[in-house]
């Protein structure tokens, strides 16, 4: 005969078992593999619902390498690199550190042309009576550059963070209500395109070139409504890619070469993106042409 039940306990014990959980608050059972696609909804609907009750509407992203400090930031992950190698001389992968730092301190000229941009775009840049919203993904480097600008200007700006194995938190400078992480590369793409009204890519490395050529592809095969896609650094870009080879190969045609512009300043790019609707002002989605403000 079975042992008497003290009901107490067994009340108790129901109601926090696993299976009683509610399944939406059930994170084991949300993480299971069949629910897969049901995590790419929430991830798509989060992010999309918090944007749209906002209203954010036209947005310009900004890509580039999380390697790109500041100049300040620049010289003292130097210093520090000098410091351990005087006490390691013989370290060799310390001394690659050093000489990689030394490599990228260049560039940090273009953390400065980030931070401008994004200053400009947040003072000036309206599209059809919606404003310009700078989106990054979120982390260090250009990323940080653009967020920082438009947090400078007084302005709202969105990060779209990824969770990756060494972990990358956001920059400060995002705005916390929009301050998002996704685990689906996917989905991320999907946020920074839906809403883009222009996209600014500096120099970077994979997951730039990953993040720039969906958007060509997009624009290439009509999946994506002609915008402004400013390749930042003209010497960078040309030296790593050589898209008019990929022409005369004929595995893209020479008015493909048409989809994107290059720019080496953040006013010339701001004039690119300003030209382009004045020209197209339909591609707006039917809205007028970004104008600027009276701001100095």
């Known amino acids: 005969m079975p042992a008497k039940i003290n009901l107490k306990e067994q009340s108790l014990k ?175 793409k999907m946020h920074f395109v839906m809403r883009a009204r222009a996209l600014v890519a500096f120099p970077g490395g994979f997951g730039t070139m990953d993040e720039l050529f969906e958007v060509l592809t997009l624009v290439q095969t009509g999946k994506k409504r002609r915008l402004p896609i400013i390749l930042f650094g003209r010497k960078y870009w040309n030296d790593v890619m050589n898209f008019r080879n990929m022409a005369k190969w004929g595995y893209i045609s020479y008015e493909d070469l048409e989809l994107f512009k290059f720019a080496d300043t953040a006013e010339e790019a701001w004039a690119i993106i300003v030209e382009f609707y004045l020209k197209h002002p339909a591609n707006g989605n039917g809205a007028s042409a970004p104008v600027t403000s009276h701001k100095s």
């Open 14 to 188: 129901l109601t926090k078992s696993h299976a009683y959980r509610k399944a939406y608050t059930d994170a084991t059972f949300l993480s299971k593999d069949e629910l897969r696609p049901v995590r790419l909804q929430l991830e798509l609907l989060k992010t999309e619902m918090a944007l749209a009750e906002q209203g954010i509407k036209s947005t310009v992203v900004v890509f580039g390498s999380a390697r790109i400090w500041s100049e300040e930031e620049s010289a003292a992950r130097i210093g520090e690199l000098k410091k351990l190698v005087l006490k390691r001389p013989k370290d060799a992968a310390l001394r690659s550190k050093l000489a990689t730092a030394g490599k990228l301190a260049h560039s940090s000229k273009y953390y400065e042309e980030a931070r401008k941009l994004a200053r400009l775009v947040s003072e000036q840049g309206t599209l059809g009576g919606n404003k310009l919203i700078i989106v990054t993904g979120g982390g260090p480097g250009i990323m940080e550059a653009a967020n920082r600008g438009a947090y400078e200007a007084g302005a709202r700006s969105v990060g779209l963070n990824i969770t990756l194995p060494q972990e990358q938190g956001p920059n400060p400078y995002v705005s916390p209500e929009f301050c998002f992480r996704f685990h689906y590369f996917a989905v991320r």
